[in-house]
């Protein structure tokens, strides 16, 4: 029997009994889903309201760009509040018998420890600290020494600005033009929208020989693709190169074992797959080989450990309170640490790492390699009674179709003209997702608290949509707010 027949057969009852199938359903509950009516209220305080459909739970697709609130950050927020009032300065030391977070001095470690098997990382590897872009310049200060002969940076061409910002202003810092020092990847050729392993493989070959670092993504924001980590990281330590990793879109959606792989480092945040809220507190790794600590080398004078940007909160904890002026960082990814971390910041990212910690990133990267499958699946064969082909001409995923270069999100280019209309559709479904202008929408199933049966509903209602709106029955009204200079068109375009 051809697939689409199979699809439209099944139909949703497949999609429930998959749903029931699931070993991470149980999951769902540890997260707040909004209600439709939820998104649609002007007020924070829940209002009675005569809409038929305002209890029920939005479809969120949107964990690329904010994941959704674990019941237990309210919690820890509050554990963590409550310390401060009743304990203050010596909540610094003091452990409470009914709370699961550490005194705020230990707080940093607890999360290291917990963020560590997201990454495939010893916890000493592992710090939580800063932001993405605060934690790339500090990592570059440390990795990237540019010489008169090496000096030039590897980046994608279609890196997340914020990225090549720092980039560009590390290289000017040095005294170099970005112009000549910044080599970028763009994708093969003008009809891909993704960029084959060989061609960056053959980028760094190339470069060799006037190559300071290499900055790639783990997962590419536009169009969802998962580079091979490990391959290029091998290739560029071949010829004695440095490389970096942007995980902003990889921590807590696919698969990774940063140690193994011998990555030299890598830096994320916390607020996409990882829900820790937004702007949360970033994360950074740094191989234990780099995080090494001499200190005989010290005391003898010498550089006992790698240049870096130093702070006390990076200091041995030993001697982190004797105020001496003698900096000695601590082994490991926490040596990089500046000022004390956030402890209210990192009550949220230990609340969802905790849930994490419930189960394992292999049981989390099954299940969403199963989930994307199931949505590709469905979007190249619709349950509509129209025919694929037609649909196919209104629409196409740009993400790889190998699970293995992809992890949860799909990227979809629509034809010309339907974006608007079909984004008024589905928020007014009680859809979330993304847009890139003009043509793009990112739709990114999380395994965590993302169902079988909600992959159906919106792809019944996506392709509707888009079949309305390229009919003519159904314009774009799509209305845009200006607020503080940016648009706000009711759906995510954080990176």
Known sequence: MPLAQLMRDHGREHALELDMRDELKDLRNEFIVPTQGDLRSKTLARSSSNSGNDDASCIYFCGN????????AAKRIDEHLTSWARKEVFGHFKAHEDSQLPPYLHVDDAAAKLMAPLVGALPREIAVMQTLTANLHLMM???????????????????????????????????????DAMVLVEPDDLDSSTISTLHILNTIEKHAPSIALILLPGVQFYTGQYLDILQITSYAHSLGLSIGWDLAHAVGNVDLLLHDWDVDFAVWCNYKYVNSGPGAIGGLFVHEKHGEVNVDALKQGKEGYRPRLSGWWGGDKA????????????????????????????????????????TDMATIRKKSVALTAYLE??????????????????????????????????????????????????????????????????????????????????????????????????????????????EDKGCAQIK
């Open 65 to 72: 760009s904010l994941g959704l609130q674990p019941r237990r």
């Open 141 to 179: 200060a440390s990795f990237y020494r540019p010489t008169q002969e090496k000096y030039k940076v590897i980046i994608e061409g279609k890196a997340f600005p914020s990225d090549q910002y720092a980039v560009e202003s590390q290289i000017r810092f040095h005294g170099f033009n970005p112009k």
């Open 319 to 358: 001697t982190r309170f004797k105020m001496e002026n003698e900096f000695v960082p601590i082994p490991g990814a926490a040596g990089y640490q500046l000022s004390n971390p956030s402890a209210l910041d990192l009550a949220a990212v230990i609340a969802s790492l905790e849930v994490f910690a419930l």
């Open 377 to 486: 699946d469905l979007l190249l064969y619709p349950p509509l009674d129209k025919g694929d082909e037609a649909m196919q001409l209104l629409y196409k995923v740009i993400t790889p179709t190998k699970p293995a270069e992809r992890g949860a999100q799909l990227s979809i280019r629509l034809k010309p003209g339907l974006l608007d209309g079909v984004l008024e559709t589905l928020e007014a479904a009680g859809v979330v997702v993304d847009e890139r202008q003009p043509d793009v929408i990112r739709v990114a199933p999380a395994p965590l608290y993302n169902t079988y049966s909600e992959v159906w509903d919106f792809v019944e209602i996506f392709a509707a949509a888009c079949l309305e709106v390229s009919s003519g029955q159904k314009k774009g009204e799509h209305e845009t707010v200006v607020l503080n200079g940016h």
